[in-house]
């Protein structure tokens, strides 16, 4: 296992960063098709909805149609910032392969990270709004605040990343394991 010592002592050569480079444009890319898709959604619930006369009815497609959009780009957000993380860890591995890996590590583990993104969601969103509607107070002081805690927020989503992909890699490499044990165990019973 690896600490957050060896990983800053790590010698960060051009092969690994340009597999880190590689994987961060197909997360853009990913990324910007499913934003655009959401804009996309939004415009047609607008377009199709805004004639419905009933307000609970429109505010419950809305709404559940909101969910779902949601979820999906969490999980996306999920998979691509782990993807991420295992591009610059891992040597050899970017790009497809990361992603692979990091839906791979991620199965059955979906609802914590989907949760752990969501807090990072709303603590993006909760800097970004205020900022929007308030014109940031008019002050470079409020902007340097909302600057800082953004990428503060930024570093502690990094370490989640870091922490849940080595926990993550464990609980496959023990469940290797005890799959191997249970088969031995067969071999010698059957």
Partial sequence: SMTLK??????????????SLITFCYVILLSSCI?????W???IYFVV????????????????????ALRIYLVSTALWNMSLVISILE?????FKALALSAYFSKGNERR????MLVFFIWGQSLGLPCLYLGCFGTQCWILLQ????????VVKCIACVIYFHD????ILEKKVDEEIGRKVEAVHG
């Avoid at 060896?6 to 597999?19: H, P, S, T, V």
């Avoid at 307000?55 to 419950?60: Q, S, T, V, Y």
């Avoid at 993550?168 to 609980?171: A, D």
Wanted: hydrophobic share 50%.
């Fill in 113 to 116: 990270w989907v949760v752990l």
């Fill in 35 to 39: 934003l655009l898709g959401l804009i």
């Fill in 147 to 154: 600057i800082s805690l953004f990428c503060f927020g930024n």
């Fill in 6 to 19: 060896d990983m800053i002592k790590r010698r960060i050569d051009g092969k690994r960063l340009r597999g």
């Fill in 168 to 171: 993550c890699k464990i609980r």
């Fill in 41 to 43: 959604l939004a415009a």
């Fill in 49 to 68: 909805f805004s004639n419905l006369e009933n307000e609970i009815l429109r505010a419950l497609v809305f709404g559940i149609t909101f969910g779902i």
């Fill in 91 to 95: 040597e050899g591995i970017n790009g």
